[in-house]
């Protein structure tokens, strides 16, 4: 039931609203959000805050990106003196991270959808606002960066028209208000300015009064018993867990005897130790709170996800909140090569492996773990390799020696046959390598749905590619439009197997033995293709030290040393002449890898390695898969 549509008997609480602003990764967000701050007077003049203060997170702030879905609450007093407090939830961008936006959609009454005034609506747009439309919650329209030069807001309106249009939106929800604004310089109109011009207002009261219009103050039932769900989770180091719920019915005190209801149906007497409420960025102590409110709970050790906390004497559970299947998977084991151990107080025991997966678990509703033949290794899914990619960069950062296979996809038997995902891949690039970039995805067996030239140079494609296609995608996409090239994904639907298909064209350089890595080497073999690893390298037998020119894997000897006679070499030190190396991130690694590979993680280095390390057992089962297939 839409939240704008009142329930008899009803009442609605005038002085809050619960908004979550939604959009495309760097389309503005974060930094509208820091604007709505400053201006509702939540920082000092003369305080020194970050930019971006909404990611936290060491990743988010390095990736400019937002993972984790947060909230927070400005005071705005309206021209006629009313004060709202306006609880804003910042969801991230990449729908890779859907399980936090469908979270954060589940505590408000709207949804504010940001655009940018130069791109317009991208996958990741028609992810979110799919979600949003799905819910039946009223949306506010802001066209951002409308100073961009290259900017052409009517015809980014339009295209979001059809986007709503394509979504099968309503006639209420297409009949959504328009704001135009720079977030950067904290200025927003309802007059639509001159592409690239900045909004003719010097703040954001047009914004904020168009919010306290559009999104409906929260609905309840006067005198119903106690009904709150748990959306998020954090914690502290005094209070421990604590549960991020939106109360939906009565009120909650400090010091109460509540029902937990969990999600199995049983139902556990608990008592609420802490309450807290957010005010700008900080959270702090209240006595009570109604319907409507978002606060956080300390006293339930155990609560996850999804729960409800409800009155003692008349418990009613609320809905569990449903997220999107995982499309990927990948393992995640204990580090098993010859270097396992030699980073000091590295954690490299399945038992830690294993609890730090579990407490993933714990937060992360779109993920999941399953068990392997193996007993030190375990299969993850998750929305997407992004995802996936950064829960191990957060494990290696905090101490932990892992081995990670190679992504594959999650598939699913549907009326008896094998179906398999596919995204719809928006592509941005100059018109020069229309021809490069279809030949990337054909191969890949893309389908072309749509391509728009705007008359600038670049063009924009439209793609259903399977997700196996896109594993290992963008580092070549990358390499082919020479880095200008801008892609994105997004889950479409399930589709029949495609059957094979082409996967990493190169194959790899593989060390035959342990050692360091020697200058004297590894100027014969740069010519063989591109290595990854620097003069002094500590290598072992089935590392991957590089990628060959050519399509078969070749073993090396990385470690051959120049040999010390009484002549000097005519042609000098091969220092001068070694070509560096190609350093690969964590992202690029795990692309890189093929069926036979995986990916060691520590907490100092990335290494690809074989999952046979000894080359004569690799030959053995290269002969007899050739037989086989003969």
Not at 236 to 256: D, N, T
Not at 296 to 308: P, R, W, Y
Not at 425 to 449: C, F, N
Not at 612 to 629: F, T
């Amino acid at each position: 039931m839409s939240s704008a549509t009142p329930v008899e008997g009803s009442a609605r609480r005038k002085d809050i609203r619960n908004v979550a602003i939604v959009a495309h990764v760097d389309h503005g967000k974060t930094t509208l959000v820091d604007a709505m701050l400053w201006q509702s007077g939540v920082f000092r003049e003369n305080e020194d805050v970050d930019i971006r203060v909404m990611d936290s997170d060491d990743l988010e702030r390095e990736k400019g990106i937002t993972i984790l879905a947060k909230n927070t609450a400005v005071h705005y007093t309206t021209p006629e003196g009313e004060d709202v407090v306006i609880n804003i939830i910042d969801t991230p961008g990449h729908a890779d991270f859907g399980g936090e936006v469908e979270r954060g959609l589940s505590m408000v009454d709207g949804v504010v959808l940001l655009v940018d005034a130069s791109e317009g609506p991208l996958p990741q747009t028609r992810f979110v606002l799919r979600k949003a439309l799905a819910a039946k919650l009223p949306v506010i329209l802001v066209i951002n960066k409308v100073d961009r030069p290259d900017s052409r807001i009517a015809e980014v309106v339009d295209d979001t028209y059809e986007l709503f249009m394509d979504l099968d939106a309503d006639e209420s929800q297409i009949e959504f208000p328009i704001v135009y604004a720079c977030a950067r310089d904290g200025k927003a109109s309802l007059e639509r300015p001159d592409n690239g011009s900045v909004p003719a207002n010097d703040n954001l009261v047009p914004f904020f009064s168009t919010l306290l219009d559009t999104i409906p103050a929260p609905e309840y039932v006067p005198d119903s018993p106690l009904q709150a769900h748990v959306t998020n989770l954090d914690a502290s180091p005094f209070l421990g867990r604590l549960a991020l719920c939106r109360i939906k019915q009565g009120e909650i005190h400090k010091g109460q005897q509540v029902a937990w209801i969990r999600t199995d149906g049983t139902t556990q007497q608990v008592k609420i130790t802490e309450l807290l409420k957010t005010d700008g960025l900080e959270r702090k102590s209240a006595d009570k709170a109604g319907a409507g409110d978002i606060v956080a709970i300390a006293g339930i050790s155990d609560i996850m996800i999804g729960e409800t906390l409800a009155d003692l004497n008349d418990p009613r559970p609320l809905p569990l909140i449903q997220v999107d299947e995982p499309a990927i998977s990948m393992t995640i084991g204990t580090n098993t090569s010859p270097l396992v151990g030699k980073v000091k107080g590295a954690k490299v025991t399945a038992r830690l492996v294993k609890d730090r997966l579990d407490k993933e678990l714990v937060g992360n509703v779109s993920l999941r773990v399953l068990p392997t033949e193996r007993p030190d290794t375990w299969e993850v899914q998750g929305r997407g390799e992004l995802a996936l990619a950064i829960l191990v960069e957060q494990m290696r950062r905090e101490g932990f020696e892992i081995t990670v296979g190679k992504p594959q996809v999650v598939s699913r038997t549907i009326d008896g046959k094998v179906h398999e995902p596919v995204e719809r891949l928006t592509v941005d690039a100059p018109e020069d390598y229309l021809g490069a970039i279809t030949q990337l995805l054909s191969v890949r067996k893309g389908r072309m749905e749509n391509m728009v030239n705007h008359g600038t140079g670049w063009i924009r494609m439209d793609w259903l590619v399977p997700s196996r296609g896109l594993i290992g995608f963008r580092t070549e996409f990358l390499t082919e439009t020479r880095g200008t090239g801008i892609a994105h994904h997004v889950f479409e639907k399930f589709e029949p197997w495609f059957g094979d298909l082409r996967t990493r064209p190169n194959g790899a350089l593989v060390a035959d033995r342990a050692g360091q890595a020697m200058t004297y080497a590894m100027f014969s073999l740069q010519e063989r293709g591109v290595l990854f690893v620097e003069p002094g390298t500590e290598v072992y037998e089935g590392m991957v030290v590089g990628e060959n020119s050519r399509a078969d894997d070749m073993d090396v000897n990385i470690t051959k040393e120049k040999k010390l006679t009484n002549m000097r070499s005519a042609t000098g030190d091969e220092l001068e002449r070694l070509v560096p190396p190609r350093h690969l991130s964590l992202e690029q690694a795990l692309e890189f890898c093929r069926e036979d590979e995986c990916v060691e993680v520590t907490p100092d280095a990335v290494r690809i390695r074989k999952v046979v390390l000894d080359h004569k057992e690799r030959g053995r089962m290269a002969a007899s898969k050739k037989r086989q297939s003969s």
